[in-house]
């Protein structure tokens, strides 16, 4: 059905629970106010989901969704989307990946897939365009994620297929295990977790259909200007193709924001073991692009040589050379490909899983863990050996892997005796690689975000490439709001953050615009895609707020809070609450939030036509 171009114009629904498949139809009402991708997300799971349900029990709902650019050569347009209830931090949470996936569920004739109810034994689901069928994956359980993708192509003899799937981790119910598409991992709050509850091992998706657009020489125009700015921008034309995203470790170290050994400090000594530049020089061996993307940022390596050889990893990429190298004090990029190969397998965030462990590491230096309790290991930082069978352990669930698998802030909790400072979370979310201590408007971004300790909603270029003072607090509210609005809008197209310096790096603009309406032809003007982020957001933090979210939930983590930045060029830098709660007051008042209990006002969800929430929260 024809709604707007670059729509597929339905939803497949599956129901686990009764092994029935039904199709949705998109309207275009909620084309036009949500667009895609995790407007779509939170749309479905805000209308269909009961506040207070156990996220791994049979009432939480996955969503796959992806935008209405998924399927075209607009560059980036391999992205799609997993939404569900965080079983890490009980909110609202959506999570990205590349290569094809998305496309191939456009090229099935879908918008998204809702998956719902929990099956009794493990299955697995195939989606050939219209035809749908449930199959047992009892044989599949217990296989890891290469594994599984490896035996479904070849029992369905379908080696193009696209297969979204959970590994050991998420089979296990560890509440950072991800969901992984070829070797691309939708990483980060637990929707690996949600699926296995669901006994759902893989959903396997082939598709022969086309993704129209309105006018096909104006597309083919607006791409091609697209892919020669990509090309001549110093970012996605050199660095990017060059080093890819472990370029920015030398730079991070650099602005001494660079976590290190659970955040004690932000520069690591030995940083240049880690760098971007050492990898391309020692391991990399071939470069790698999503679909539709000519900045090929992906670096395949392999390690030749020493106790890792014959490791083959699609990255690490820079959040895992923070999360496993600096921030647990390893200064091996052969380990750190490993253990990144590792979690791709299990099916683990990395970035929570670095944390929880460089989290131990430091409970277990300062004798808050003994070594009885965890199970023997000599948990100090940079042993590299004791890591990596930490990593198993989290992810088969076995003795302190267990309470690991929980997450930091869980951890920390049952733990008690101090633990709850060294847990470095946002709202329960382990915190990325990015410092919001050493970058201002950052840190503000995080505090107020939807899904926490992720550099994915307040982001920090800006700051970091000296675009905006990343130490003043002027005009940080108003930063904080522009970026988070940038961040909604690029989710609901589903494109990547690596555009950032091609579309615009603190703000929505005509070349969000441009794109939107060359592809779909809604004729939108830039006022009215700002609502639609607007919209998107305000509809994710009342998904919260439903959920009991308030003010004082908006905070840092303890360390962050309390302890400066102890040396480098940092030095001195941290986010006293004090200045938090100055910086919230105003950012409540332009988001149109009331002050004393971050709740969106009436006013602000009638004016973005958000009545069911009205109702839910002003009761």
């Known amino acids: 059905m024809w ?16 092994k029935k498949h039904s199709a949705v139809q998109l ?4 084309a036009r106010q949500f667009l895609g991708g995790n407007g779509f997300g939170v749309k479905i799971l805000y209308d269909e989901l009961k506040p207070g349900i156990d996220p791994l029990g049979p009432e939480n709902k996955v969503v796959f969704a992806a935008g209405p650019i998924q399927g075209t050569m607009v560059p980036t347009a391999g992205r799609s989307g997993v939404f569900t209830k965080s ?3 009980g909110y609202f949470f959506d999570s990205y990946a590349g290569g094809c996936f998305g496309p191939e569920m456009k090229y099935a004739g879908w918008d998204g897939i809702i998956v719902e109810g929990q099956s009794k034994t493990p299955i697995y689901i195939t989606v050939f365009d219209d035809k749908i069928e449930f199959k047992d994956a009892s044989h599949l359980w217990g296989k890891n994620t290469f594994e599984t993708q490896e035996i479904l192509r070849k029992d369905l003899k379908e080696p193009n297929a696209q ?6 981790a998420g089979e296990r119910l560890v509440r950072f295990a991800c969901t992984i598409w070829g070797a691309r991992a939708a990483g980060r709050g637990g929707s690996g977790a949600v699926l296995g509850s669901k006994k759902f091992k893989a959903l396997v998706i082939r598709g022969t259909q086309d993704v129209e657009v309105p006018n096909i020489e104006e597309f083919q125009k607006v791409v091609t200007d697209q892919i020669e700015r990509i090309k001549a921008n110093p970012g996605t034309g050199k660095a990017l193709p060059t080093l890819g995203t472990p370029g920015v470790t030398t730079t991070q170290n650099q602005l001494g924001i660079l976590g290190t050994r659970n955040w004690q400090t932000e520069v690591f000594e030995e940083v240049e073991k880690i760098s971007g530049e050492v990898m391309r020089a020692k391991m990399v061996v071939r470069d790698r692009g999503c679909m539709a993307c000519p900045i090929y940022c992906t670096k395949l390596s392999y390690v030749k040589t020493g106790p890792y050889a014959g490791t083959f990893d699609e990255g690490p990429e820079y959040e ?8 647990c004090g390893v200064a091996s990029l052969e380990m750190i490909a490993k253990a990144d190969r590792l979690s791709d397998e299990y099916g683990l965030d990395t970035i929570s899983t670095g944390a929880v462990i460089s989290f131990a590491m430091e409970c277990y230096e300062k004798g808050i863990l003994s070594k009885g309790e965890v199970d023997g290991l000599d948990l100090r930082f940079g042993n590299e050996t004791a890591l990596l069978q930490l990593l198993e352990k989290i992810s088969k669930r076995e003795g302190i892997g267990d309470l690991l698998a929980e997450g930091a802030a869980r951890a920390a909790k049952k733990i008690g005796k101090g633990a709850e400072k060294y847990a470095v979370t946002i709202k329960g979310l382990e915190n990325a690689g990015h410092s919001p201590r050493g970058l201002k408007g950052y840190c503000l971004g995080m505090v107020t975000s939807t899904r926490g300790g992720s550099h994915q909603d307040g982001r920090p270029t800006g700051e970091r490439i ?15 709001i522009g970026t988070q609005r940038l961040t909604t809008i690029q989710d609901s197209m589903c494109v990547c953050r690596m555009t950032e310096g091609i579309y615009g790096l603190i703000e929505i603009t005509n070349e969000h615009m441009n794109i939107i309406n060359v592809v779909t032809g809604m004729g939108l003007k830039l006022p009215e895609i700002v609502d639609i982020a607007d919209r998107i957001w305000n509809l994710e933090r009342a998904f919260n707020c439903r959920e009991g979210h308030r003010r004082e939930h908006d905070v840092q983590a303890i360390r962050f809070m309390t302890e400066p930045i102890p040396e480098g060029p940092s030095k001195g830098m941290y986010s006293p609450p004090e200045e938090l709660e100055m910086l919230k007051d105003k950012y409540y008042e332009l988001r149109g939030w009331d002050k004393k209990s971050g709740i969106p006002t009436k006013e602000t969800l009638s004016r973005l036509g958000l009545t069911e929430a009205i109702r839910d929260l002003y009761k």
Do not use: H, M, Q, W
Request: aromatic fraction near 12%; include cysteine; proline fraction near 6%.
């Open 466 to 480: 000296g675009k905006v003072d990343r130490k003043t607090l002027e005009g940080k509210p108003e930063y904080a």
């Open 87 to 89: 079983p890490l931090t």
């Open 27 to 30: 309207t275009k009402e909620t």
């Open 163 to 168: 297969i979204a799937c959970i590994g050991p």
């Open 3 to 18: 709604i707007y171009g670059g729509y597929a114009g339905k939803f497949l629904r599956l129901d686990l629970t009764n």
């Open 320 to 327: 895992t050379i923070f999360a496993y190298g600096s921030n």
